[in-house]
């Protein structure tokens, strides 16, 4: 009898103290759980407002840049050539025509003047007579002679300096040296805005043939150092001209210049990649879908893709119906840091 009356003491105690014991446990562990599991969705959600905020407060500041640059390039008959831009994130700025992206050399108007100008009046005939003789008869007297007339018969600096350089190249063949190295400084002394058809200067054209004569060497590090600070872009040829000039350079026949030009090349490469990842871009425009089906886009909604390596961040804008839309290229590298 005792015994079963400590085993119904035992029970009851069971009943009365640990079960409900092990019922709060489970139940406070419920709640933990439970707790842990809300504390995890409010940092879900806080993650995604502040990722939803930061994702529209950088769509709107690239809005805001895009409209800027847009509205800068339809106001300024220059600004389409220039390679530095209202803000220094800006990569690129150009126009869509015709769903085909122009970039900044292929409408430089001074391009098209000098050719123009060299197809003008006696200048051009006498250019013409004289290449005929250096070229075709080898007549390399003649031909300087009919430069040098041709040279009198300029209208402009851009007919003077073509002149000085055919000039030059003829008396170099004649064995006048000294009178062609003069020609060729005074050419590379010209204006950087003086350009052929190409895009290049008359000036880089210069520096290559002093340099191939070895003289010269600390002026045409002056005229390469300008034309990398020239605030326009460069045309591929006009780049890769002034690269062949930076690596010969580098030669050791003057340590001092062969390591300044060691510091240009830099900034040729990178003047180079931007150039080419602009030219790359323009190819595969039509495969980044901005063009919503061939419509205008003035609504400034555009959506915002990435390009190329480094990164950049494609939009296409435009500030007034009529207008040529605006292709808008920012570095995502610059974007984020600032953001």
Not at 303 to 323: D, F, H, K, Q, S
Request: with cysteine; net charge negative.
């Amino acid at each position: 009898m005792a015994s079963s009356g400590h085993r119904r003491q035992v029970l009851l105690f069971l009943i009365a103290i640990i079960l409900p014991c092990v019922v709060l446990v489970v139940l406070g562990l419920r709640m933990v759980g439970q707790e842990r599991e809300l504390r995890e969705k409010r940092l879900a959600d806080e993650r995604r407002s502040v990722a939803n905020r930061l994702r529209q407060e950088l769509s709107t500041r690239l809005d805001r840049l895009a409209f800027q640059e847009a509205a800068a390039l339809d106001a300024g008959t220059a600004y389409h050539s220039r390679a530095e831009y209202g803000d220094p994130s800006v990569a690129l700025v150009a126009h869509l025509v015709d769903g085909a992206v122009v970039l900044a050399w292929e409408r430089d108007e001074r391009a098209a003047r000098f050719r123009r100008l060299l197809e003008r009046g006696e200048f051009a005939e006498l250019v013409r007579r004289g290449e005929r003789a250096e070229l075709i008869s080898h007549q390399t007297e003649e031909a300087v002679d009919l430069y040098g007339e041709a040279l009198a018969a300029t209208q402009g600096l851009p007919q003077t300096a073509y002149a000085r350089l055919l000039r030059a190249r003829a008396l170099m063949v004649a064995g006048r040296r000294r009178e062609a190295l003069r020609d060729y400084r005074s050419v590379l002394g010209s204006s950087l805005d003086i350009i052929d058809e190409h895009g290049v200067p008359l000036a880089l054209y210069a520096a290559t043939r002093l340099l191939e004569a070895e003289t010269a060497r600390a002026a045409i590090v002056e005229r390469v150092e300008a034309t990398l600070g020239e605030s326009r872009w460069l045309s591929p040829p006009a780049l890769y001209l002034l690269r062949d000039l930076v690596e010969d350079l580098q030669s050791p026949v003057d340590s001092t210049i062969g390591e300044i030009a060691g510091n240009l090349r830099a900034s040729v490469s990178e003047h180079v990649a931007r150039t080419e990842q602009a030219i790359a871009l323009a190819a595969d425009f039509h495969r980044l879908g901005l063009e919503a089906g061939g419509q205008q886009m003035h609504n400034m909604d555009a959506r915002w893709v990435p390009y190329g390596t480094p990164a950049w961040l494609i939009g296409l804008t435009g500030t007034a119906p009529g207008e040529a839309d605006v292709v808008v290229a920012v570095s995502a590298d610059s974007v984020f840091r600032a953001s």
